[in-house]
T-cell receptor, first 113, second 112 residues
Framework: SAVISQKPSRDICQRGTSLTIQCQVD?????MFWYRQQPGQSLTLIAT?????????ESGFVIDKFPISRPNLTFSTLTVSNMSPEDSSIYLC??????????FGQGTRLTVV | GENVEQHPSTLSVQEGDSAVIKCTYS??????FPWYKQELGKGPQLIID?????GEKKDQRIAVTLNKTAKHFSLHITETQPEDSAVYFC???????????FGKGNQVVVIP
């Protein structure tokens, strides 16, 4: 399985600011995804990070709020923009390939005050 | 889209007993069903998965069964140990694209 590193592991941010979360994988992967896990809740897919093109967003998530970059096959970033307390969640990076398992990073715990 | 439901929400078992968690899914095109274990403060860890071309898969104390007709799949943990205490999530996806739809999670508590 791939080793996935997320930075930062946690942060406390002021409302109205933005935070960029990094996801680094130790090997090239076809697919990278970003999920959100609100406190005590399940995981919800935000978007698929596409290498070399714009990310594909799920219903309810938009690029202006969650811009995503994927410059190569081992790295992606998720930005949470203009944060409000409702954005307080764990943000998780996931990687996998077609017809292979999906693995998760340890998550970034974001608190917006 | 896919809707995955998970029952029960909380399960307490005595150490050594078995635990069973059941999930149902709505999209008959779903063909991949992983189970994840999440411990406090950690990311989800893949513990077992099953594809739609098989009905059962086992890995030591953990097994997963799939009923495509009824559109449900279950996680079975035998001889439970305190370290099995965690939140377990089921998920489903289709077409090998790994866009997973998750259930709400099940808190399993193993009582020593």
């Amino acid at each position: 399985s791939a080793v996935i590193s997320q930075k930062p592991s946690r942060d406390i941010c002021q409302r109205g600011t933005s935070l960029t979360i990094q996801c680094q994988v130790d090997s090239q992967v076809t697919m990278m995804f970003w999920y959100r896990q609100q406190p005590g809740q399940s995981l919800t897919l935000i978007a698929t990070a596409n290498q070399g093109s714009e990310a594909t967003y799920e219903s309810g998530f938009v690029i202006d709020k969650f811009p995503i970059s994927r410059p190569n096959l081992t790295f992606s970033t998720l930005t949470v923009s203009n944060m409000s307390p409702e954005d307080s969640s764990i943000y998780l990076c996931s990687v996998g390939g077609a017809d292979t398992e999906a693995f998760f990073g340890q998550g970034t715990r974001l608190t917006v005050v | 889209g896919e809707n995955v439901e998970q029952h029960p929400s909380t399960l307490s078992v005595q150490e050594g007993d078995s635990a069973v968690i059941k999930c149902t899914y709505s999209d008959s095109a779903s063909n991949y069903f992983p189970w994840y274990k999440q411990e406090l403060g950690k990311g989800p860890q893949l513990i077992i998965d099953i594809r739609s071309n098989v009905g059962e898969k086992k890995d030591q104390r953990i097994a997963v069964t799939l009923n495509k007709t009824a559109k449900h799949f279950s996680l079975h943990i035998t001889e439970t140990q305190p370290e099995d205490s965690a939140v377990y999530f089921c998920a489903a996806s289709k077409g090998g694209n790994n866009r997973l739809a998750f259930g709400k999670g099940n808190q399993v508590v193993v009582i020593p």
